[in-house]
């Protein structure tokens, strides 16, 4: 559960950073003179900046979170990609190549077309205007085979991405998810694969096409005229700053900015589930306040990107349009010296316009690019967190659960849990009481191997839980808990998904086993009527009898069962009292009791109090023994 008291008072203010307001002193007066605003407009920005770098240094502590990746990673991951479909990508390049090589034939034809129209002599201008005709369909139809061909490469690549974000996302250790911050998580499987998706998609093959198109033009350029091409090579080169500068900026720029976003999350999802402390407590001010910061900071991130691409987009344009001048000036006095040809001129200011839009195109994908590297360094970041597990070769030799010395905690030393020993016998029914807080749950995930135990064993005939396959694991124990989870698809794949190659037969053994195959068959499509979020609405009972008969299918032999009907009202409960008892006849069983009497009919009780087994035997015994179970029983029943 969210500790909201232990986040809500905090904010910006309290993570070292400055307070998301800008200082009255850097808002010039409204007769400040130009200068002075000036002036103040790069203070801001210089701010900005600090505030981004300050919000990135801790979006990359990791105690604070999700790691994020470094850019080496980054890169790995994109070559990993392009090298893993050599041929396509070669497809790509040869294809987009000749299509761009196409296209740059047709300024030179043109050149010749007015040195003919000029000079005469040379292809008749009949003759040179079939040829400029078909260069011009070979290019369209060249073009179209090789944006066919990027697009297939994108969707490719996309896919493979993807993969990889969900098997990365699936591994997780569940400690991590819960301790972690969802908003965080939540935000970077959302956001950030959209982001990442489309650079990968659209950026890469795009970027890829650009940089090609640009580099034929200027071999063309210079084809055609050294002389001619000095002008806009000159600029594209002073420019280039702008752009180095750009892209030692950007990648800590648009971090911040997913950093910002994940943050603003984080506060929206800790205050939506703890709504109801937000209420009792009467938080709902800090909370606004809070989620403000959040919203501020990240408007701040998002100008100071805005004002990076402003910048460089202004370097560029002056790069852009300055050649085309130029370049006429350079043409007029290197014909008047006889240096060149008309053709060549036009040549040459063809290329320079036709080099503005590759080139525009690309400084556009390789901003897209940084926005989908920043994305992948979050992505990749979750990638780096340890499995918690890593399955062995062994299974386990007989049903036995044991628990030996356990220890565990979920905060650095501090244990909540110090040696717990408990040996439960093949088909006891053993309940684990203790007042709230005594670490019953925490026992109860480690006897289940949710989580591995810090020191000590939780170990299934002779094997750690831990170290068995999931599928082998949940076939052996599984936790019950009151949270159902109704997976969208049929009734059948809600049920089957404990155990692949269930047949028919075998869905309804186990939904008669739970005493639900009657209301089953009455749905619109029976065992294959759509349920979960949006499709057909089960009741809490029904919800919950689906996930008892997606436990029989799995057929564990020791169950843990916490909290399994608490939450649940009373007519509820009742509807699954029958089902419950179905499932437990003939298995080992683990109650974390919350009600007493579960206690009283168990073989024996273990009594939990401060992480530790204080009491051990049956109700009788314990009775007699007059210690802690006798004072909870008597403070229970009276
Ligand atoms: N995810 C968590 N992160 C940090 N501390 C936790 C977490 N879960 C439990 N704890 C702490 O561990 C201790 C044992 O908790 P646990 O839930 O195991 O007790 P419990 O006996 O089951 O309590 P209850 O009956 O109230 O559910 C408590 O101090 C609790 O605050």
């Given at each position: 559960m969210t500790d909201l008291l232990a986040t809500?008072?905090?904010?910006?203010?309290?993570?070292?950073?400055?307070?998301p307001v800008i200082p009255p002193e850097l808002v010039p007066p409204a007769d400040a003179t130009p200068l002075e605003r000036n002036r103040a407009l790069w203070a801001r920005h210089d701010l900005r900046r600090r505030r981004a770098e300050a919000v990135y240094d801790a979006s990359r502590n990791p105690d604070r979170g999700w790691p994020v990746s470094g850019n080496r990673a980054v890169l790995t991951f994109f070559r990993d990609l392009l090298t893993s479909r050599r041929g396509m990508f070669a497809a790509l390049v040869v294809l987009n190549a000749l299509a761009a090589a196409a296209g740059l034939v047709v300024p030179r034809l043109l050149g010749e077309l007015v040195n003919t129209t000029v000079?005469?002599?040379?292809?008749s201008l009949d003759e040179l205007a079939l040829v400029i005709i078909g260069v011009v369909l070979l290019q369209a139809a060249l073009t179209f085979v090789a944006q066919r061909t990027s697009t297939l490469f994108g969707q490719d690549l996309l896919s493979t991405a993807r993969e990889f974000i969900v098997r990365t996302i699936l591994r997780l250790p569940l400690g991590a998810v819960e301790t972690a911050s969802t908003g965080d998580l939540v935000t970077r499987v959302t956001r950030d694969v959209g982001t990442m998706s489309r650079s990968v998609q659209y950026g890469l093959p795009m970027a890829i096409i650009s940089l090609l198109t640009v580099l034929l033009s200027v071999g063309a350029m210079l084809l055609n005229s050294v002389v001619l091409a000095v002008p806009a090579l000159l600029t594209f080169a002073t420019s280039s700053w702008a752009v180095r500068s750009y892209l030692r900026r950007a990648p800590k720029g648009y971090i911040t900015e997913g950093a910002t976003y994940s943050r603003i999350n984080t506060t929206l999802t800790e205050t939506v589930e703890g709504a109801r402390t937000v209420e009792a407590l009467g938080l709902s001010g800090a909370r606004v306040r809070a989620g403000d910061d959040d919203i501020v900071v990240s408007a701040q991130a998002e100008r100071y990107g805005m004002t990076l691409r402003n910048i460089l987009f202004m370097a560029l344009n002056f790069a852009f349009q300055t050649p085309r001048v130029i370049t006429l000036l350079v043409g007029a006095y290197a014909y008047s010296r006889g240096w060149v040809d008309l053709g060549q001129i036009t040549a040459a200011v063809l290329y320079v316009e036709a080099l503005s839009d590759p080139l525009d195109r690309l400084i556009g994908e390789v901003d897209r690019l940084q926005v989908g590297a920043a994305s992948t360094s979050r992505l990749l970041g979750i990638a780096e967190v340890r499995p918690d597990r890593e399955a062995g070769e062994r299974l386990p030799d007989g049903v036995e659960l044991r628990g030996e010395d356990l220890r565990f905690a979920y905060r650095e030393g501090h244990d909540v849990l110090h040696g717990v020993d408990l040996r439960i016998g093949v088909g006891e029914r053993l309940a684990i009481v203790g007042p709230s807080g005594s670490g019953k749950s925490t026992l109860g995930r480690l006897l289940s191997g949710i989580n591995r135990p810090r020191t000590g064993s939780a170990s299934v005939g002779g094997v750690e839980l831990v170290d068995l396959p999931l599928e082998v694991l949940r076939t052996e124990v599984a936790l019950v808990t009151q949270e159902h989870h109704v997976f969208i698809g049929s009734v059948r794949d809600n049920i089957v998904l404990a155990r692949e190659g269930s047949t028919d037969d075998d869905v309804r053994e186990a939904l008669s086993a739970v005493g639900s195959l009657l209301w089953v068959e009455r749905l619109p499509q029976g065992l294959d009527t759509m349920i979960g979020s949006g499709r057909f609405a089960l009741t809490p009972a029904q919800a919950q009898q689906v996930a008892l008969a997606r436990l029989i299918i799995a057929d564990p032999h020791t169950l843990v069962l916490d909290e399994a009907t608490s939450l649940i009202d009373p007519r509820t409960a009742r509807t699954l009292e029958g089902s419950m008892n179905n499932l437990l006849e003939g298995r080992t069983v683990v109650a974390i009791a919350h009600r007493l009497h579960t206690a009283h009919d168990a073989d024996r009780i273990a009594v939990v109090i401060d992480g530790r087994i204080v009491e051990l035997g049956s109700h009788h015994e314990l009775i007699d023994l007059d210690g802690e179970y006798a004072g909870l029983w008597r403070a229970w029943t009276s």
């Open positions: 809500s008072p905090e904010t910006w203010r309290d993570r070292s950073l400055d307070p000079d005469g002599g040379g292809r």
